[in-house]
């Protein structure tokens, strides 16, 4: 039966369905919301590009360090268009992998990066190399993470990148960071040790900045308390940070006494105040910090949005 009859018998209308377009059902506010961060994060990473990086004969990360390679040794052919043309393959891997609205996303993310960089000029007055790619590190990392911050990306290894971390969980930073290496080990060959030593500081800085823009204070922590005092404490945390908080059953090596150990996920602002619950009930308790990937689950989960 058609969608349109069974709405209207239930007393609604064909247009109480969420309209489904290229974008899913992203509204023109989320669409434009995503553009403009794509728009901003390409920018950041032209003006380091064009302000920095080229001038001082640096190789960048990714395609683009691929194209900006070829650039170098070929000047007439532009960094902006070899970039796209290099995108190409990864599309398809983008298309099977990743969800559509990544994909129709990352399409036109592509196509801004590259007129960002071809339009996107501003000198910036840095002439001490190691400032240089420590500069062009923090801005090229900024703008890379606010671009996978919208539901695409820019195209080249961003795309690989979140591949990875959805079918392996492997960071986003670690893969650029492997893939990175590759290029950088090119230039060396192929230009001077120096410059791929300096390449080497802007990429690590890169990836790095790219990770905190992501995570920031998003990140979770699993935290895991041993105390005779756990139900005292669980309840603390139940009441005050308002988190979930499970038994699991131990036992004392030393003591061979049963333990109730209390394992729970939190945010990483929310960290100081379990420390003084657990301080304040019982300073001899034993808590071990772990870091986490990701975390599924409700109200306290934190997967990317891709």
């Not at 005779?228 to 988190?243: A, D, F, M, N, T």
């Not at 910090?289 to 599924?296: F, S």
Request: with cysteine; net charge positive; charged share 15%.
């Amino acid at each position: 039966m058609d969608d349109k009859i069974i709405n209207k018998k239930k007393g609604g209308s064909s247009t109480d369905l969420p309209e489904s377009t290229a974008f899913g059902t992203d509204s023109i506010k989320q669409i434009s919301y995503n553009l403009l961060l794509i728009c901003l994060g390409s920018a950041l990473v032209a003006i380091a590009l064009n302000g920095i990086i080229i001038p001082h004969k640096f190789v960048s990360g990714g395609l683009t360090g691929l194209a900006l390679g070829v650039h170098y040794l070929f000047p007439s052919i532009p960094v902006s268009g070899l970039y796209f043309v290099m995108n190409i393959p990864l599309f398809f891997i983008g298309w099977k992998f990743v969800g559509r609205r990544f994909f129709y996303y990352s399409i036109v993310g592509m196509v801004i990066f590259s007129a960002m960089v071809e339009w996107v000029n501003v000198p910036l007055p840095v002439q001490d190399k190691i400032s240089s790619a420590l500069f062009a590190g923090i801005l090229t990392g900024v703008g890379a993470g606010i671009i996978l911050k919208s539901k695409g990306s820019a195209g080249g290894t961003d795309i690989l990148s979140v591949v990875l971390l959805n079918r392996f969980s492997i960071r986003v930073g670690s893969t650029i960071l492997a893939f990175n290496i590759i290029v950088l080990t090119a230039a060396a060959i192929f230009f001077s040790l120096e410059s791929a030593l300096y390449t080497l500081v802007y990429m690590y800085v890169s990836s790095r900045i790219v990770e905190v823009v992501l995570t920031g204070l998003s990140q979770r922590k699993a935290v895991i308390i041993i105390s005779p005092k756990w139900e005292e404490i669980s309840q603390k945390i139940l009441k005050e940070i308002v988190r979930g908080v499970t038994f699991i059953k131990g036992q004392g090596a030393y003591s061979g006494q049963d333990e109730n150990i209390l394992y729970t996920v939190i945010t990483f602002r929310e960290l100081p105040r379990v420390k003084d619950i657990v301080r304040e009930i019982d300073p001899g308790a034993f808590l071990v910090v772990h870091e986490t990937l990701e975390v599924m689950g409700h109200r306290i989960g934190n997967q990317p949005h891709w």
